[in-house]
Each structure stands twice: as C-alpha cells, then as structure tokens.
C-alpha cells in the first residue's frame, strides 16, 4: 500500500508525517427512500472493522425496499455551543438573560460578522447559583456546525462582557453544548438533525427477508429496546445497536464520528398494524453530520459524498447536509431492523457472525 | 493510492470488493506511564478527522511526561452479555435466579466447551413482572470479548432451559448487557477495563506547558465537567471529550469503535493539592479494548499494537489487553488535561483551531 | 384526640369515614431573607416523623440569619400537562405541530372557557415515529396547578382532534408532563417555580454556629454532593438531602407531597469567596407549590400558610405562591447547609441523631 | 381537636411544643393477595391530600380481588450507607478495598457490638481518582434500618482508619447509598425491599370493573410508562404515578416518606396473555419500609400496622418488615391499574376528578 505524506505542524509548528489507518469500507443497499428525500438505487458506504455489519444492514436496505421504502422525516436541524458566565447574584444572573433575550438583533449582528452561514435561531439558559449556562443554538448551513457555533460563540462572548459588565467570564464551553457526551438535553432541546425513519413490512415479507413475524419483532422490541434500555439505566436510548450503524456511516463520509455518542440515543417504536403488517420506526434525534468542513475534503469522502447524492451545488445551503442526515437515519433503520429480527430466533446471531467471519478470513 | 482487494461474502453469499477509509493518523508523545505499567517513550497512534486534537494531547503527555508521568491503576475487567428469558411469575424466576448462582461450575463446563479463555466470574439478574434480565460476566483473555461472551450466553441458553424447563427464550441479549448504548449499567456493574490515570503537575509547570494555574483548572472542572453535566442531564459522566481521544485510539488499534459510547462516560477528579501543585485523574471505568479478535489482524493495527507494546506472544492470557487499556485511559488523561486548561483562557481554543486547521491545509 | 369525620363519597357513591394521619410537625426559624422576598422572623412549620430534621433546619436558619439572610432569586414558573396523539406518520405528526404553535390564541380562547387563572405559556413537542408527546406549558395563578393544567388539556384535546382530523388520542397524560416521575425533562424545559437560593458566611459564623470551615463544607459538597451523585447514577440532582426538607414543608403547608420525587432533583452550588468566606447556594428548578386548591382548606394548612405570609388576598394572582416557593427554596438551603456541615466531622451525624432521638423519647 | 404535646429538645436543648399536620387518612380495600404473603380482606390505610386517589385505588383492588388477587415475591432486601475515603493514590485505595473484601466476619465482628440485627451482607466500590465510594449493605431486621446502618457505618469508620492508616476520611455519606436521591444504583444494586406485584385480568372484568379493554391498556402502556419515560429523559422509570401510592401508604405507617424519591422508580411490565388477558404487574425494586424505629410508635400508625397484620410479635426479624413491602406494592399496582385504565377512555380522567372533589367538598 501507497503511502500518502501529508505535512502537518504541532502547536510547536514542527513538520509531522502522517499516515492512515485503513478502515474497511463497503457500500450497502440498495436503499429505496421516500419523504423527505426521494431516492430508489442508493448504495450507502459504510466503514468499520465489523464487518458483519454489512450483510446485516443490507438485509434491513432489501426488506425495507421490497416493501415499498422507508420514509424519512426532518424534524429539527441546530448546532449548538454553550457559553458558562458568572454574576454577582442570581438575580443580577437572571436580569441579564432576560435582558439578552430581547436582543437576539444585535447578538446576530456580531455573529454575522464572521460567518456567513451560522444563525442564531434559539437559546436556553440554566442559572445555577451564581453561574450561568447559556445554550446558543444556531443554523450552519450544510456543515456540522461545531467550529461555526465555537466560533459564534467566542465572538459573541467579549461582546456580551462588554455589554453586561457585571458578568465574568468562566469557559467557553460548559457542557451544557453538549458535545460527544451523555445528556438528556441534546435530545430534549436539539443537537444535530432531528430525523424520523418509518416503514411498514406485510408479513409475508417478514417472514421471507427476516424469517420472523411482526408480533415476534415487536415483543422483542418491548422487552429488549423499551424494558431491557430502562432496566440498564438507559438515558434517553431504546435501540438495539444504532451505534454501530452510524459509526460505520460517519466514518465512510467523513464525519466526526465521535459524535456518534449522542448519536446512540435514538429511539425505536414498533407495532403490529391493524393489518397484521409490521410498523418499524427509529428516531434519531441527535444525528450531527455535515457535507463541509473537516475530513470532507479527503477524496474517498468526495467519492462518498458524491455517491449519496450529497454534493449538490445548486442546492440550497443546508440541503445537502440534511439530505445526508435522512440517509443516516435510514441506515440506522436498516440495521435495527435486521439485527432484531436475527434475535427473536434462538441461535441465529451467533451462527451468522461465526459464518461471515469465516467467509472473511478465506 | 494502492487498492487493496478483500473478498467477503455477504449472506447470499455472493462477492463483494472491499475498499477502505483512510483516516488520517498520527502517533503523539512520548508518554510517561507508571503504575501498573511502566514506559518512557511510548508514542500513542491516533486516528481522527479532527487533526487539532493531535498537537491537544501531544501537549498533555508532554507536560505530564515532565511532571514525573502519569500512574495508570487498573481497578477491573469483564466482558458481558445478558440474555433474556421470561417465566410464569417472578416467583419462579426468583427460584431459577437462586439456583442457577450454585450452578456456577456447572455453567463454565458448558463455556468451556467452546472456548479456552472464557471465564464466567460473575452474574446479576433483575426480575421485572415475570421477565428475566440475567447479566452473565466474564474474563475473556487479550480479546475484547464481544464475540466470545455472545458465544458463551449461546451455548448456556440451551443449557439453562433445559435445566429450568418453566424458563422460555425471549433474546440472545436483553440491553442489560450493554453494548454501545448509554446507562448507568456499565459504570456500576462493570464492562471493560476500568482504569484510573492520575498525574500531579507542579503550579510552575502548568504555567510553563498548559498556560494557566492549578486554581483556574480547577474551578473550570467544578463549573464544567461536574456541574455542567449535572445540568445537562448526564449520566455517570464528567469530562470534557474523551470520545475524541477513545475514538482516534481505537480506530488506530483496531477496536470497535462504537464502545466509545460507554467510554464517554469517563469522570474527571481535580484539586490543588496542599503543596499548590495540580493533582489531575481521569477514572474510564468501561474502556473496551482487545488486541486479539475483529480488526486486529490488518497491517497498520498490528503495527501500532507492537508499537504499544501489546503484542507480547509470553505475556500471560489478558496482559496485553490490560496494557492496551492503560494506554487508552492514559491519553484521555492528556486530552482533557490539554482542552481543560485552554478552556480556562478566553480566546484560545478558537486561535489554536483555526491556526491548526490553517497550517494542515498549507 | 378527637376524632374529625369527614364525609367522602367513593366512585359508587358510598359513604366513609375519614380518618388523619398525625405527622409531628414543628415551627423553626427564625429565617432572614432577601431578594424576591423579605422577611426577618419568619417560622417554618415543618410536619415530619424525623424529627432530628427540626433542629437540624434551625441551625441552618440561626447561621444565615447572623450572617445577613438568605437571598432567594425565582427564576420561574409554570406547570405543565403532556397528552398523547397518534399521527399517520412523523411527516403529518410534524406539519400538526408547527401549525398548531402558530394558534397559540385560538388554544387560549379554548383554555379561558374553563379557568380565569390558566394561561399557556409554551409548549414543546417530541414527534418518535408516529407519536406525538406534546407538553402544554402553563401558568397557574395560585395554584399548583396539576388541575387546572389537566382540566385545560382535556378541554383543548377535542379542539385539537377536531381541528386536526389527521390525529387520533392515545392519552390525556403522556408522562412528558412529568408528574412525580424521575426525568431530565422537568429541570431542562421547567415545571413548577425554579428558585434560587444563596447565603454568604463569614469562617468565623462557620465555626461558630457549623463547626466548620468553608475549606472543609466546599471540599465535601464537591465528593459527595457533585461527585458521589454522579457515581451514583444520578440524574440532574446534587444535593444531601433536599427531599427531606420539602417533605416537611409540603405536608405542612397543604401540598402534594408527591412532587418531591422532582423537588428533590436539586443542585447545590458552594465556593469559598475571595474573602474566604463560604458561598453556598442551593438551586430548587421543581418546587411545586401552591396556596390554594386541594389540601389547602384544612385549618392547620391555612394556619400555616398565614404564618408564612402567603394568604394576602390583595396579592397579585400568584405571588402568594410564589412567596411560598422562595420559602420552601429556603428552608431546603437550611437543612443542606446544616447537614454538610455535620459531615465534615467524624462522628458528628449519628452523635446528634441518637442524642435528640434519645431527648425526644423522654 | 385536642392537642397533643410532646416536648421535644433542639440542639440548645430548648423545650419546644409539637403540633400535628393532620393528613387525611382512609382505609380502601379489600385487597386479595397471594404468593409471598396470602391475605382476603386486607383494608389499607392511606395518608394524603390528594383524596381521589383512595376510590381510584380502592377500583384496582376490588378488580384485582374479583379476578383472583395479587401475587407478590419479594427478590431481595438490604438497607446500604456508603462511606467515603480517600487514599494517595488510586493503587493504595485498590489494594484497601481488595484486602477488606476479605474481612467481612471482622467487619460485622465490629457492627455487631452495637446491633443486634445489621447484618453486613455485602459491599461495593467505586474507585474515582484517589476517592473512594464504599458502599456498604446490611440486612436491618423490622427496621427500614437507615439509622441501623448510619450507625454500623459509624463504628466502622475508626475500625477502617486504624486498619488502613493510607486511608483518610471523607465524609459518614457519600451519596452513592443513596438515600432520597435520583439515581440508578439503588435500582441496579439494591437498597429496600425488591417487590414484583403480578396480576391476571380477564377481558370481561377488564370491561366490567375497569371499562377497557387488555389492548387498549397494553398500548397505554407502551406508550406512555415506556416511551413516554424514556422520552422525557426518565431514569430506571416506568410508572403512572406511583409515587402518590407510596407517599399515602407511607404516611400512613409511619414511614420516612422522603424514600419516595427512589419507589417512585418502579417499573410496569403489561402483556396481552395468549387467552385474551389483561397480565398486569408492578415491579418496585426500592421499597424502604420498617414496622419499628422512628414514627412507629404513634397511636394512629400501631393501630395501621396491626390492621395490616404487621405486628406479629412471633414473627421473624423481618417478616413483618417484609408483609409490609408486599402490601406496599400491591397498592402500588392497584393505583397504576385504576389510573392507566382511566387514561385509555378520553375525559374519564378529569370528570372523575372534578366528581370526587365536588363530593368530598359536600
């Protein structure tokens, strides 16, 4: 294998060699998408050193197409960055942000000043004592968003100082963001794209793709996804291995795929429709992706990206990233819907791993 | 660049081309570790995306290495799976439950069978209504164990119904494993290696590597990753990023990455000390990592594990690995040490990203 | 003890005799405050069966009165309800909720035809496959609100159903609410009043009255109340024992002493000032309380409540309630401050339960 | 009414005169239990303001009753204090908690000189930089045994210093018991009694006693105890409200009422049966409860505990502890019957609240 050079400075701006680590990659599908995104040949790339994954996915991408796609919903769509001040008193803490609430004008003005892109759609604050978490919630455009709301964010802050003298500054960031970390709040006020993917399976195709029934999959379900996440002292979370399936996405389109920690909290709902037919849902609320911005550049992302149809030039900005947030979620779909399945028969997860695996060492 | 060519079979067994992500990647140090290892210039691959958190952690092991290294302490390690089973009553499962804890020796013959380094040391079991939620532990060797857990629960599933014929099967894993997703499970019953990094810095040394004072980190800890998280509605959770140090680790090393969800939820402790001096720990209490199994086998990873020291063919069963997890626990430790302290400094972060995004674009 | 009968009448309308439970319940104070509330020699009637909690609320009360008062800042209030809806799928789940908050006055119009006192204020939607969890938020006058919340959602449901064809009703209570349930929902979006509580403390008054130094109290809030509940699993909660405190509060004064399972989810805040003096502040996001509606009209209640100041018929709708919020606020500040305190000294905790437990069997 | 007064001392040792806050109190029944406890025509008293709860309850014990009663098993009870210490370093604190892992007939050598009945059963550490979370579990007797095991913690603190002079003190509680607290380890460890409560309900008295049917409850159910939970960011939580069961059974038998914190943290589990069925069952993993110890000895709560069969003199330490566990979650079950039966019939909620409150006013 090739090695490719890439010259890179520390923060002493010494040259570095860097290298790759080569993960492996296969596209999957084909995936038929309707909604918000109307797409019936899609082939999704995914990369991970798991690689049973893929068959398992492709599985989901087969059943669902044969039974007529999966339908994608936006729901929601922010980044976010919180800010940590510190007043005098609560009260002098409470006079100032409902104070700023009014002047979301001027804060915009400032933001604007460097970035074309960032919209300061909402805030939240919690004062907690004399401290003050302020949650700034902003629109970037076809990037994930997080260096655009630092960057909002850190120039809002001298400007907020100058504006509130009696309030101090404690960090830039304070958790309350919050990025790549367990918390209710990234699902109960947005972080990334919010996304509904649904489907309904008659059951004869249950029976032919997934070799289960719809009331099967739904007990498995309650007891597993709902009961089983509850009983673990789950946040938020009631899927079987959503995980897996964005990590392998994020990393195949060069996202930061750490973010797939809030990525984990989605949320599974599925029913036996009146008709016997299996109703499937997965809502990801936290799907923070981009088309811009760093790693998008490398070519194998390009390729991806170009792949999935997400680098339109001529659309609006924002359509591409969110068009790539709807694809994620139908990936993760997939992959929940076929790892479920393989569980409510006794045996057959293990006998598929040791399978495939085999076929991957000949 | 060179293709590299795999042929797998998916479940209809027909060939596919593999193809590969290339994520950029760097080795930082050296590292300074004592404890329960013992190094003076290891240098730590990472592979990421977000290349400004290369020079972040470089900075870290280069002022901890000066400051007399980092101890690493491994406090415990399990992998494993829960199945799901269901009975006509909690009374009888609560009988089942009893007697299956004298079985033990019982049950690691049935393990045995299929697996050399499979040990079962532990169980849990919670019973809501008349389901069954039974957390089967183990050691697994140098593996991370995933696979070999599953297949261990594989082989007792029969066995226990068997055994308890008023038992029936409902899922080869019930979410009180649990794998990848958010709870409260991992960090209080264990899954992983649980390690604790811990690192004394003297005030003039922060001032001369980390540009801030042991007070300023300090009370930027309190405001952010305890009380921060606490508002953010986290759970067992109090850091700044260790996704990110996680995520490039075990990309470079081969892991399944998708464990950084639990990994996340790492916990910071800080205080000066009564000499001044910074005392700064990272607690990872569900660092999951293997250097034998998945992803182990490909070129780059061996040639990191062997740089790490972790391949050591007359090590004892489990060394390795437990090195590995050191390491991993070691690195966090650098990161948030390095983010933390720019944290303190208004403006810094954003200046150090844009000049590092800068310089690796020129 | 005389007996009181009260006539009730059950849903087969029969009639019963109704009996009290006699819970011990004391006056302590006096209590100094400040802020949104002003008072010197204010006594807080507390009914409890630990009655160690008395003196332990006084002394907390006696140390902040020396020391200038309790500041008590509200930061907010409302009370909310969630219903439950069925869409046909998220797509027309989310074109129903963004047209619905565009007729926030139609909805008053609906809410006004039963209650002077109820106001929408907001509301907040989560759309997980084709369910809606919409949380009406609310002002509540007086009151506590939990009815008036109810009885609004009961009267906009069918306007909502009628109005949105496409809708169907799955639950007038969709646990979105919550009431008196374990979440991350109420801290983070607001339900009941949010109070701030702050106190400064000279480390003369500390060793005085606390036996303490403000080293010493801050050094522990930080292990125990930050650090021991995020080891725990805690969610949003960094307190000792809040619960305590609004236990004996709410039963006193007439509430529904249910709402502690939130109330309890409480986060205190302690520094040491430049001065070296102890900050220490208490931060109560769900204390919910109310001065009129059910259990108000009992003599001992109203007694209470006038003794508190919170039955001025000229007040503005809501302050009286508020008052009594920034009280409750107080008096958990007490118990904590009290309590922590005792921990920093070895032995000190059982020593005093067993010396006043012994006084008050004589 | 006559008032009762008790002088009290408080840490002045001042005499002071007690009131009473006299809570409404009915009996409703009768409940029909099976399985841990065998019972026909058991009435059940229950303390509140909130006074529609007492039909609502008494309408899911009369069905119950009808359709065969409730079947109760108690899975496990222990009452915990956790200690913290610190150590110098995370190896020193490791090689501490091994070591008095093995000293467990020491340990209890030293409880035993104060109590007859704590029992130490077991214990568990957190490890957390230097810091350590020893949480230690007894069996307490009658008693709900939180002053039993404060005080065991007591006497072993000195025993634990003088053994392990590296160890230094913290504090008696280190808030990972954890008492009156959110949090998921009382769930996953254990702390009170672990009750699973368990009904059948044929379709007809579904329909006769509860005007549903056993879908419409399952759906209920899924919807609103599960996801609801989980959306609004509950933690081990799955319940309607049985958080006001426990606070009116509590209050009635003389219990600490602030534990309701943590049984409010119950979880339902509802299925169809294969015959058409309505299996219902509750299952509260942390009920703390004690028929001995503070409140106990007032009049009104002897007189309730002797109606509830609890003060069998002949018993076994603890069996009276244990019948009271079981009634506790049996009304539990009861009123999440009674209210998510209501739930499923539009308006049903409110009108019968507004109903029963006009009548009580009568």
Same mark, same amino acid.
């Given at each position: 294998?090739?090695? &490719?050079?890439?010259?890179?400075?520390?923060?002493?701006?010494?040259?570095?060699?860097?290298?790759?680590?080569?993960?492996?990659?296969?596209?999957?599908?084909?995936?038929?998408?309707?909604?918000?995104?109307?797409?019936?040949?899609?082939?999704?790339?995914?990369?991970?050193? +798991?690689?049973?994954?893929?068959?398992?996915?492709?599985?989901?991408?087969?059943?669902?197409?044969?039974?007529?796609?999966?339908?994608?919903?936006?729901?929601? +769509?922010?980044?976010?960055?919180?800010?940590?001040?510190?007043?005098?008193?609560?009260? +002098?803490?409470?006079?100032?942000?409902?104070?700023?609430?009014?002047?979301?004008?001027?804060?915009?003005?400032?933001?604007?000043?460097?970035?074309?892109?960032?919209?300061?759609?909402?805030?939240?604050?919690?004062?907690?004592?004399?401290?003050?978490?302020?949650?700034?919630?902003?629109?970037?455009?076809?990037?994930?968003?997080?260096?655009?709301?630092?960057?909002?964010?850190?120039?809002?802050?001298?400007?907020?100082?100058?504006?509130?003298?009696?309030?101090?500054?404690?960090? &830039?960031?304070?958790?309350?963001?919050?990025?790549?970390?367990?918390?209710?709040?990234?699902?109960?006020?947005?972080?990334?794209?919010?996304?509904?993917?649904?489907?309904?399976?008659?059951?004869?195709?249950?029976?032919?793709?997934?070799?289960?029934?719809?009331? /099967?999959?739904?007990?498995?379900?309650?007891?597993?996804?709902?009961?089983?996440?509850?009983?673990?002292?789950?946040?938020?979370?009631?899927?079987?291995?959503?995980?897996?399936?964005?990590?392998?996405?994020?990393?195949?389109?060069?996202?930061?795929?750490?973010?797939?920690?809030?990525?984990?909290?989605?949320?599974?709902?599925? +029913?036996?429709?009146?008709?016997?037919?299996?109703?499937?849902?997965?809502?990801?609320?936290?799907?923070?992706?981009?088309?811009?911005?760093?790693?998008?550049?490398?070519?194998?992302?390009?390729?991806?990206?170009?792949?999935?149809?997400?680098?339109?030039?001529? /659309?609006?900005?924002?359509?591409?990233?969110?068009?790539?947030?709807?694809?994620?979620?139908?990936?993760?779909?997939?992959?929940?819907?076929?790892?479920?399945?393989?569980?409510?028969?006794?045996?057959?997860?293990?006998?598929?791993?040791?399978?495939?695996?085999?076929?991957?060492?000949?």
């Amino acid at each position: 294998m090739e090695k &490719i050079t890439i010259l890179v400075y520390d923060n002493r701006m010494t040259k570095t060699i860097i290298e790759h680590a080569q993960i492996p990659m296969q596209s999957v599908g084909p995936f038929k998408l309707t909604g918000d995104i109307n797409t019936d040949e899609l082939m999704v790339p995914m990369a991970t050193y +798991e690689t049973p994954l893929w068959p398992s996915v492709a599985r989901g991408a087969r059943t669902t197409a044969h039974a007529g796609g999966i339908r994608v919903t936006l729901i929601d +769509e922010r980044m976010t960055r919180s800010i940590l001040l510190q007043a005098n008193n609560a009260s +002098e803490a409470l006079y100032a942000m409902r104070k700023l609430e009014t002047q979301r004008s001027d804060m915009q003005a400032v933001i604007s000043q460097t970035s074309r892109f960032a919209k300061l759609i909402n805030s939240h604050f919690q004062i907690i004592g004399n401290l003050i978490y302020l949650r700034l919630e902003f629109t970037t455009g076809d990037a994930s968003g997080h260096n655009m709301a630092t960057q909002a964010a850190d120039n809002l802050f001298p400007w907020i100082l100058a504006n509130y003298p009696s309030l101090s500054y404690v960090s &830039i960031s304070a958790n309350f963001c919050t990025d790549k970390k367990v918390s209710a709040v990234n699902g109960l006020l947005g972080r990334g794209k919010n996304v509904v993917c649904e489907t309904h399976i008659p059951a004869k195709l249950c029976q032919r793709f997934l070799k289960t029934t719809p009331q /099967a999959l739904v007990d498995l379900h309650i007891k597993k996804d709902l009961i089983g996440s509850i009983v673990s002292g789950g946040l938020r979370t009631a899927n079987a291995h959503v995980a897996n399936m964005l990590l392998g996405f994020y990393l195949a389109t060069g996202q930061d795929a750490a973010n797939i920690v809030e990525g984990s909290q989605a949320i599974n709902h599925v +029913e036996v429709t009146p008709e016997g037919a299996l109703y499937f849902s997965t809502t990801l609320p936290n799907l923070i992706v981009g088309t811009v911005g760093n790693g998008k550049g490398l070519d194998f992302v390009q390729k991806n990206l170009e792949q999935l149809g997400c680098t339109d030039k001529n /659309a609006q900005p924002g359509d591409n990233a969110r068009r790539l947030a709807c694809i994620a979620g139908a990936t993760a779909l997939c992959g929940e819907l076929s790892l479920l399945a393989a569980q409510t028969n006794p045996g057959e997860l293990m006998t598929a791993h040791l399978k495939l695996e085999r076929a991957n060492r000949d």
